[in-house]
């Protein structure tokens, strides 16, 4: 049976509230602009401040990163040295729309980050047309991702290319996200129309792709026509364009006693980040670790010959598990444990750096208390002490201990030890930087995101609620991302979990 509540919860992925606000007052996003006059608008704080890729999990675990302790696609596994795709043996990260029981209903499609749903009372479809897809496109009932490719097609957003592309290819890539966008809408309309729920969920994630491509023209490879320039530079807002109709469309099947909420988890803005680029080499430099000189193994030599497009588009023709051992062999294969204090993990935006301690790492070799806090404080002053050459400003803006940001919940041992947060400014500026301690770094390729992301992730989302039970023309102070789930729950009239980090919006409810 359903309630006789009924909340719908839109997301359009990494949605920059900049953009947003200014595309609703020019008129370019008409759905959401109604939408904000009838009801609560406002910024949420992210978790994305520090850990970028941690905001779904956050969102719906109802729980900050101490607790369930995913941030990545590929996480560091202790007891292996070695990289792991996050799965649920692991994690214990369970969306709350599958732990509700028997009373609520939900449709959920697409929410990013989720491992392939079990049995629950509902309908979901998980990695279909994701950015962040983790797992192949799968499905509970188990059967029912068949009939979404039957009648919806394959999942229609392509597995992210690395480096520079050619501007025709990134002219499809805008078509195909909008196709996506497009596609997404059909098989959510026709399972909101076609089944019964009480809570329906769906993420478009184009808008999220589309920020990292579409920020700027420095992820481009070859030349342009002022045509093609022009094309591209208004794609970024053609994909928000269709991702506010698709709001509008599915609005049109839900009826006035429906609560929607539309949200993003976090923003996105100018690629600022030095975490792949330079890092590592930081990192070496301050612990005084000799560069390998010729004992490097011949497939590294290969890697750093071969363009990172050509090496994106090789590995992700192989099954899963051997694109992430690949992955991983590139980043610490050959790594000799027992001379490894501190090493970079792989990261999108900030810089994660994980200690090699003694009792945590199988192979650690840093004792926990006293040398423990002397290597971070290294590290931390280490890195602050590198400038950029033009301007002589730091790279760095701040560096913090995880223990300091997050409580030591579940998950906590499964995050970096420091997370390093780059300084405001467009990483396509550096030519090289400098260190009076620990001298220069030249920045490959300036001037092009050469990883093939223009843009990358500001820390703040929005919120814009409408419907029952929801104030209407009203602007909320900033909240933050996890309290979404406990709203949800408090116009389903459910219960929320005591473990749950986040409270409930009072402020955008009218009871
Ligand atoms: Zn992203």
């Known amino acids: 049976m359903t309630s006789t509540k009924k909340v719908l919860a839109i997301a359009i992925d990494a949605a920059e509230p900049d953009l947003i606000e200014k595309w609703m007052n020019e008129g370019y996003l008409k759905n959401l602009a109604s939408l904000r006059s009838l009801g609560s608008f406002g910024r949420l704080y992210s978790t994305a401040d520090w850990l970028a890729g941690s905001v779904w999990p956050t969102f719906y675990t109802g729980t900050l990163p101490g607790e369930h302790g995913f941030y990545h696609y590929l996480q560091w596994k202790s007891d292996k040295m070695d990289y792991e795709r996050p799965n649920p043996e692991w994690f214990s990260a369970v969306p709350f729309w599958r732990r509700l029981g028997n009373s609520v209903k939900v449709i959920a499609v697409d929410v990013p980050l989720t491992f392939p749903p079990t049995t629950f009372n509902g309908i979901e479809i998980s990695g279909w047309a994701s950015h962040d897809r983790i797992y192949p496109a799968s499905s509970f009932p188990k059967e029912k991702i068949n009939w979404v490719i039957k009648n919806f097609g394959s999942p229609p957003i392509s597995e992210e290319v690395g480096g520079l592309q050619g501007i025709n290819d990134l002219l499809n890539l805008k078509e195909e996200l909008i196709t996506a966008n497009q596609k997404e809408t059909e098989l959510f309309e026709t399972l909101i129309n076609n089944e019964e729920w009480d809570l329906s969920l769906c993420c478009f994630s184009s ?40 709001v509008g469309k599915i609005l049109t099947r839900v009826n006035d006693n429906t609560t929607v909420l539309v949200f993003s988890l976090h923003g996105m803005g100018v690629n600022t980040t030095l975490a792949e680029k330079l890092l590592p080499q930081m990192i070496s430099k301050i612990l005084h670790v000799q560069k390998k000189s010729n004992n490097g193994s011949y497939l590294k030599k290969i890697r750093n010959v071969i363009p990172m497009e050509w090496r994106s588009n090789f590995k992700k023709r192989l099954p899963l598990r051997l694109q992430d051992k690949m992955t991983a062999y590139w980043r610490m294969g050959g790594t000799n444990w027992s001379a490894t204090k501190a090493f970079g993990l792989l990261a999108d935006l900030q810089g994660y750096i994980r200690i090699n301690l003694n009792g945590r790492e199988k192979d650690g070799v840093i004792e926990p208390g006293e040398e ?101 023309n009203s602007i909320f102070e900033k909240k933050h991302i996890v309290d979404l789930a406990p709203t949800i729950l408090q116009l389903l009239g459910i219960p929320i979990p005591k473990e749950y980090d986040g409270k409930v919006l009072k402020d955008i409810l009218t009871k």
């Open 207 to 246: 808008t999220h792709r589309g920020g990292h491509k579409f920020w700027d023209v420095t992820n481009i490879a070859d030349g342009y026509s002022d045509e093609q320039k022009l094309l591209f530079k208004n794609s970024l807002r053609d994909i928000y364009i269709s991702a506010d109709e698709a």
């Open 372 to 472: 423990y806090d002397q290597l971070c404080n290294k590290l931390i002053n280490g890195l602050k002490t590198f400038k950029d050459t033009d301007t002589l400003e730091p790279v760095v803006q701040s560096v913090e201990r995880t223990d300091r940001l997050f409580k030591e919940g579940k998950g906590f041992k499964n995050l970096p030890d420091l997370l390093v947060k780059w300084k405001f400014k467009p990483v396509t500026h550096y030519k090289k930087i400098v260190s009076s301690e620990y001298g220069e770094i030249e920045m490959p390729m300036p001037g092009f995101n050469f990883d093939g992301r223009s843009g990358n992730h500001r820390p703040e989302g929005f919120l814009l609620a409408a419907g029952e039970n929801i104030k209407s």
